[in-house]
């Protein structure tokens, strides 16, 4: 392992533009569970219904019965060893942004900088008549009581992606092209099975990138393009590289 993390820490020290990928492995040491996985929330609200752009739409009261229990699932979650090593190899000059499909913003309370949001993010709410937007801790969720627009009185919508919109074009646009130009990707707590997301490593590889991935078991990534793999938690792992990065 030891070998490894030396081997990871010198293609970070090599690369000009190093960027990261990471998914909802990385926020699972902060106790949010992988929603996709076994008893994750997936399996209590078929997002297809609860989690559609049709459902909040029509039915905004069925799509916050989701949003209520996501809330509860993530309250109490803090940024750990993980989201902070990526923040520090911002710091020291490596990491040019994160790429995240998570909507936690724990990389921000980490204290990255450069972070591209794929499906948007929860802690903050719009709404979709008057466009105004706040933030969600501005309201007392834990009473179950549906925010509205102070404005307006429109029920209000998590800054989230839902099944059925478009990706942000600006994320689009930016994960693009640091795509083309980054000569190394980390990839953290993430298969890469969920596309657009996921052909971002793929992309980067194709143009020469070395990927680098830490996952806690090999994932299709590791079989088809990863050229160094750390295997285990992250929030172990990553800590390891950053501090033999610094001798």
Known sequence: ????????????????????????????????????????????????????????????EKAWDMIFEMVEVTADADANPAHKALAELEAMGYLKAVITQNIDNLHQEGGSKEVIEYHGNASRLTCQKCKSSYAAEDFDISTREIPRCKKCSRILKPDVVFFGEMIPRDALLQCDNLAQFTDAVIVVGTSALVYPAASIP????????????????????????????IEGPAGTTLPQVVEALKH
């Open 202 to 229: 793929y992309e980067a590889k194709e143009r020469g990138a070395t990927i680098i991935e830490f996952n806690i078991e090999k994932t299709g990534l590791t079989r088809q393009i990863t050229d160094i793999f």
């Open 1 to 60: 392992m030891q070998d490894t993390i030396l081997l990871a820490a010198e293609a970070i020290k090599k690369s000009k533009n190093l960027i990261s990928l990471t998914g909802a492995g990385i926020s699972v040491e902060s106790g949010i569970p992988d929603f996709r996985s076994a008893g994750g929330l997936w399996e209590k609200y078929d997002p297809a219904i609860y989690a559609s752009i049709e459902t909040f739409e029509n039915h905004p």
